[in-house]
C-alpha cells in the first residue's frame, strides 16, 4: 500500500450559513433558531413591552383585573397517539402556558385549519377529545373558527388555541425573579412525549409502548400555589424539552443553574429509546410536566405538596440556581464530571453512531 | 437494556478513575478514533477526571465531520431535483455544504427525509415507483454493512428506483495516515468497538507492531472508556504495544462473518477523501461493479461539482489532534454551532463543538505536552 500523503496546509471547510432565507424545521424547534425569529421579526414588528418579556403567557391588566393571555398552534403528525391527540395538546398545552403565569385557565379559543378530503369523522374524534380536555381541566371553549385549506396543502387537521384566566393577586411568577438560591423542582419524568410521538411517527418499536404524559396542569399548580403564592418561575418544558425551559430561565434572570444529571428523573424506556436513536432526553419535549423554581425555604413543602398530587408524584429536586456562570445550565455528571447542557439550536437530530 | 446503567456506575467509574490516576507518571497522548467516544467523553465528563498527564485527542471518527465538501455538494444538487426523495440519517441535514445544507434544499422544495435505517429508503422507493430514492450512506465499517444489505435487496427484488449516494470510510488506513504525519503527536489508540464488532481485529497487530502504539479495543459506555483508557495507560507505562480487546461483550476476534461478506460482496475498496484531511489511499468503498447501477453519483451525473472553501476553518488539524479546537483562530468568534464554518462545529460528536462550550463556561482544558514514545 502506497504512504499516504497528508498536505497538512491550507486545510478548510465550507462556507457558514450565516443567514437562513427561508424558514427551515429548526425555526419551530423552540431553540435558538425560534428565539431568533422572535428577537429579530416578531419583536421589532409588533413592539410593545408585554410581548418583550417573552414568557410562555402574556400577564396582563385589564380594568383592574390580572389576566393570563396565551396562544399556541398544534401541528403534530399523526393526529392520534399512545396516551393523546392534537386535541388533547390543543387544550393542555394553552391551559399549562397559562398556569405557568400561575392563572388558572378559564375559556380557550378554538381555531381548526382543516385539509380538504379529511374525513369528517376524524375531526369529531379530535373535538371529542377536546370537549373531554376542557371538561377535566374545567376551562370552557368559548369561541372558534374554521377554514379548509385545499388538499395537499395541510397534514389533515391544523390546531390554534388562545386563553386567558385569572391571576391571583399575590402571585408573581416571572423568570426576572429568580435568584441564586432557588430550588429547581421538576414534577415528573421526562422526555415521555417526545419519545411517545416518535414511537409512532416513525415506526419505530420499543418493547414496550410508551404512552404521552399529556396532561393539564392547573391542579397540580393550584396546589403548589396554596403551600406558598412566593414561587419565582414555572415553566412547562414542551418543545426543545428541560434542556431548552432551563436556559431560557437562565439567561432571562442572568443567573446559572446547576443540575445534578443523577437527580434528573428519566424513565428507562426514555433513556433507552433516546441511546437507540442518539437524542438526549434532556431536549424531548414534554406536554405534562413543569419546572419549578421555588425559594429554599419552601423547597421542601412545595416538593411534598407536589409528590402528594397525580401529576406531581415523581417530582424531583433536580438542582440549584447559583450565582456561577450566568445565563448557563451546567450538568454535574454522575462521574463527577461537568458539561454544559446548552440552548439547542434548531431541531434535534438524530445521531449516525 | 438495563444493563446501560452498570455501565454508567459511579463507585465502579472512581476505581477505575483511581487506577489510572495511580497508573499515569508520565503525560501521554491517547486519541479516541470515534466520533460516538469523543460523544461519551464530553457529555460524561471523563476528560475532567482524568489526571493531567492522560491527554485525549479527538480523532477523525466522527462520519458527519469527514464527509467530503464536495460530497455534500453532490448530496445538495441530487436532493434539489423534483424527481427525487432523499433519504439521509438525521445528522447529516446541518452540515454545511459549499453554500446550503440539506434543510435548506428542504425549505426550497426538496423531498428530503430523515430516516432511521437505510431499509426505510428502500420502502419508501417502493412505495413511490415514480420516484427516484436516493440514500446517503456515509459512515464507517460500523453504518456500512446495512447499506451494503440496503443494495442488495435492491438488486435482488429489482428495485430500480433505488440508488446510495457512498461516501464510506474505513478506520485502519486512517491510523496510519495520522500516524505517518509529521507532526503526529499521538502514543496510543482507543479503537472504535463498534467498527470491530464487524471488522474483527485483524487489520490492528500489524500497525501496534509497525508504529508502536498500544491500540485498545473500546466501547461507548462511561466504563468502557475508562478501561480502555486504563488498559492504555498500563502498556504506554510498561513500554508496550499490543492489541487488547477491552470490550470483548460485542467484539470477537474475526468480526462478523456475515457482515465482512456482505461489504465483501457489495463494495470494493477505493481511496477517499476525508474532509479536512486529505486523501488517505484505499480508506473508503465504493459499489463495486456488480452493483454500480445502483450508484447515485453515477445515476445522477454528478461528478463535476465545483466546490468552494474558505480558509479560516482548521477543522482538518483538529480531525488529526494536531491542534484543539481553541486554537484555531474561528473557534468561538466567526465559528460557533449556531454559524458553523467546518463539520466539526455542526456534529454532537465534533471536537469544536464540545470544547465551545468548555470554552463558554471559561475552562479551557491545558494539558502538559506528551512525551516521546520510550
Not at chain 1, 291 to 303: M, N, Q, S
Request: net charge negative; glycine share 10%.
Amino acid at each position: 500500500m502506497p504512504e499516504p500523503t497528508l498536505d497538512v496546509t491550507g486545510w478548510t471547510c465550507p462556507a457558514p450559513l450565516r443567514e437562513t432565507p427561508r424558514i427551515v424545521m429548526g425555526h419551530g424547534g423552540g431553540g435558538a433558531l425560534s428565539a431568533e425569529l422572535v428577537q429579530q421579526i416578531f419583536a421589532p414588528a409588533f413592539g410593545g413591552d408585554i410581548l418583550a418579556q417573552l414568557g410562555d403567557s402574556a400577564a396582563l391588566t385589564l380594568g383592574g383585573v390580572r389576566l393570563a393571555f396565551s396562544t399556541d398552534s398544534y401541528v403534530v403528525r399523526p393526529l392520534f397517539f399512545p396516551g393523546g391527540s392534537i386535541g388533547d395538546l390543543a387544550v393542555n398545552g394553552t391551559v399549562n402556558d397559562l398556569a405557568m403565569s400561575g392563572a388558572r385557565a378559564a375559556y380557550l379559543s378554538c381555531g381548526f385549519i382543516l385539509e380538504e378530503g379529511i374525513e369528517t369523522s376524524v375531526l369529531a374524534r379530535v373535538a371529542e377529545a377536546m370537549g373531554a380536555a376542557a371538561r377535566v381541566a374545567r376551562v370552557e371553549v368559548a369561541t372558534g373558527d374554521t377554514k379548509v385549506v385545499e388538499a395537499g396543502h395541510g397534514d389533515g387537521i391544523y390546531l390554534n388555541t388562545a386563553g386567558i384566566g385569572l391571576i391571583p393577586a399575590d402571585v408573581d411568577l416571572r423568570p426576572q425573579r429568580v435568584v441564586p438560591g432557588d430550588v429547581v423542582i421538576v414534577s415528573g419524568d421526562i422526555g415521555v412525549h417526545g419519545v411517545a410521538i416518535m414511537s409512532v411517527r416513525e415506526g419505530l418499536e420499543f418493547g414496550v409502548e410508551i404512552e404521552s404524559d399529556c396532561a393539564a396542569l392547573g391542579g397540580l399548580v393550584e396546589t403548589m400555589l396554596a403551600v406558598t403564592p412566593d414561587l419565582h418561575a414555572l415553566r412547562d418544558p414542551t418543545r426543545g424539552g428541560l434542556a431548552a425551559a432551563l436556559n431560557e430561565i437562565a439567561a432571562a434572570s442572568g443567573t446559572g443553574i446547576a443540575l445534578q444529571e443523577r437527580a434528573v428523573p428519566i424513565p428507562p424506556t426514555v433513556s433507552n429509546a433516546c441511546a437507540i436513536l442518539g437524542l438526549d432526553p434532556m431536549y424531548v419535549a414534554n406536554e405534562g410536566k413543569l419546572v419549578a423554581f421555588v425559594p429554599r425555604a419552601h423547597a421542601d413543602a412545595v416538593l411534598d405538596a407536589m409528590q402528594a398530587h397525580p401529576l406531581g408524584a415523581g417530582a424531583a429536586v433536580i438542582g440549584e440556581v447559583v450565582e456561577a456562570h450566568p445565563g448557563m445550565v451546567v450538568a454535574h455528571t454522575a462521574l463527577g464530571g461537568t458539561r454544559v447542557v446548552d440552548l439547542p439550536v434548531g431541531e434535534q437530530l438524530p445521531r449516525i453512531c | 437494556m438495563k444493563y446501560i446503567d452498570e455501565f454508567q456506575d459511579p463507585e465502579l467509574a472512581r476505581r477505575l478513575l483511581d487506577d489510572i490516576h495511580a497508573t499515569a507518571t508520565r503525560p501521554w497522548a491517547l486519541m479516541e478514533v470515534c466520533g460516538g467516544q469523543t460523544h461519551t467523553i464530553i457529555r460524561h465528563g471523563i476528560d475532567q477526571l482524568l489526571p493531567d498527564t492522560v491527554e485525549l485527542i479527538h480523532g477523525p471518527g466522527c462520519p458527519v465531520c469527514v464527509t467530503p465538501l464536495e460530497v455534500i455538494d453532490k448530496a445538495l444538487e441530487i436532493a434539489a431535483r423534483p424527481d427525487v426523495i432523499f433519504c439521509s440519517f438525521g445528522d447529516m441535514l446541518r452540515v454545511p455544504g459549499t453554500d446550503r445544507d440539506l434543510f435548506r434544499v428542504r425549505s426550497e422544495g426538496g423531498d428530503v427525509r430523515v430516516v432511521y435505517s437505510p431499509l426505510d429508503a428502500l420502502k419508501i422507493a417502493r412505495q413511490n415507483p415514480d420516484r427516484e430514492v436516493v440514500f446517503f450512506g456515509i459512515g464507517f465499517e460500523t453504518t456500512a454493512p446495512p447499506n451494503a444489505m440496503t443494495v442488495y435487496q435492491a438488486r435482488k427484488h429489482r428495485i430500480p428506483n433505488f440508488s446510495l449516494l457512498v461516501s464510506h470510510v474505513r478506520v485502519p488506513p486512517a491510523i496510519e495516515a495520522i500516524m505517518t504525519s509529521p507532526s503526529c503527536r499521538v502514543q496510543a489508540f482507543l479503537a472504535a468497538g463498534h467498527v470491530c464488532s464487524v471488522m474483527g481485529m485483524d487489520e490492528y497487530p500489524a500497525l501496534a507492531e509497525r508504529f508502536r502504539v498500544p491500540i485498545v479495543v473500546t466501547g461507548f459506555e462511561p466504563l468502557d472508556l475508562l478501561e480502555g483508557i486504563r488498559r492504555t495507560v498500563r502498556q504506554l507505562e510498561r513500554g508496550e504495544h499490543t492489541v487488547d480487546n477491552a470490550y470483548p461483550r460485542a467484539v470477537r476476534a474475526g468480526g462478523n462473518p456475515a457482515a465482512r461478506a456482505m461489504l465483501d460482496d457489495v463494495f470494493e475498496v477505493t481511496d477517499r477523501a476525508w474532509r479536512g484531511i486529505g486523501t488517505i489511499p484505499d480508506s473508503g468503498w465504493r459499489l463495486s461493479a456488480r452493483y454500480r447501477d445502483f450508484d447515485a453519483e453515477h445515476r445522477f451525473s454528478v461528478e463535476n461539482i465545483a466546490t468552494r472553501e474558505p480558509a479560516a476553518c482548521r477543522s482538518g488539524e483538529v480531525l488529526q489532534g494536531q491542534i484543539k479546537p481553541h486554537q484555531c483562530e474561528a473557534f468561538g468568534t466567526t465559528c460557533t454551532p449556531r454559524t458553523p464554518l467546518g463539520a466539526t462545529m455542526v456534529s454532537s460528536e465534533g471536537a469544536c463543538a464540545a470544547y465551545y462550550l468548555y470554552r463558554r463556561l471559561g475552562v479551557t482544558p491545558t494539558k502538559l505536552e506528551a512525551s516521546p514514545v520510550a
